[in-house]
């Protein structure tokens, strides 16, 4: 028996709660990843708002990704990984068992459909973020070192890959869910009031490098 389909014209993706993060060297930043829900309310029905479908599991998985620096930002350990606590049957902080792996992931799952929020409302679009967890990074030791991050689909979380964020109906989004990006900037821990900023500046011009070219 097939999934039920996603409707036309829902927009999926998962969100930083930040685009870019400054942290002074070897100090930790706080990292939130929703899964964010765009449409049209005239054109198409949300799968995510309160009320509707909701999830009942969910997860990502947030990489390091190129160019990678001497030291990156790196979840150390399961415990800097906090899940969304309206997923009430389980949630699994997960990283890598290969050190090399500069990845962190959660998986979550709840026994009643989890709602996201309404973050923006007008005639021709709508948002919805739902999080699904927080990851505490910490920060490499050299001073205006950037690390680039992607939060994705993980492939690999369950005994059935491909099936990770998954509504209460049955509807398996994972394919559509366009991956997210930030980064974070390690700053000097005292140079003066200018110094983040000054480094801030730097990674924006980086990040623009960075960015993805969307597709349409």
Do not use: W
Not at 63 to 81: D, F, G, Y
Not at 119 to 143: D, Y
């Amino acid at each position: 028996m097939s999934n039920p389909a996603l409707p036309r014209r829902v927009k999926l993706q998962y969100f930083f709660d930040r685009s870019h993060y400054v942290v002074g060297p070897e100090e930790t930043v706080a990292v939130s990843v929703s899964l964010q829900e765009t449409f049209n309310p005239s054109l198409s029905a949300s799968l995510l708002a309160p009320g509707t479908d909701g999830l009942i599991q969910g997860g990502t998985v947030v990489e390091v990704s190129t160019p990678i620096p001497t030291c990156p930002a790196l979840v150390r350990t399961t415990a800097a990984i906090v899940g969304n606590s309206d997923f009430d049957f389980a949630t699994i902080s997960l990283l890598p068992v290969q050190k090399s792996a500069k990845t962190a992931g959660v998986l979550a799952l709840s026994g009643k459909p989890v709602f996201g929020a309404i973050v923006s409302r007008n005639a021709t679009s709508e948002t919805v973020l739902l999080p699904l967890a927080t990851f505490t990074f910490t920060a490499g030791k050299v001073p205006g070192e950037v690390t680039f991050l992607t939060a994705m689909t993980p492939a690999a979380l369950t005994v059935t890959p491909g099936d990770i964020n998954i509504t209460d109906a049955g509807v398996v989004l994972d394919a559509h869910i366009e991956v997210g990006t930030a980064m974070i900037t390690v700053a000097p821990k005292s140079k003066g009031p200018h110094a983040a900023s000054r480094f801030t500046g730097i990674a924006n011009a980086l990040g623009e490098r960075h960015r993805p070219v969307e597709r349409h």
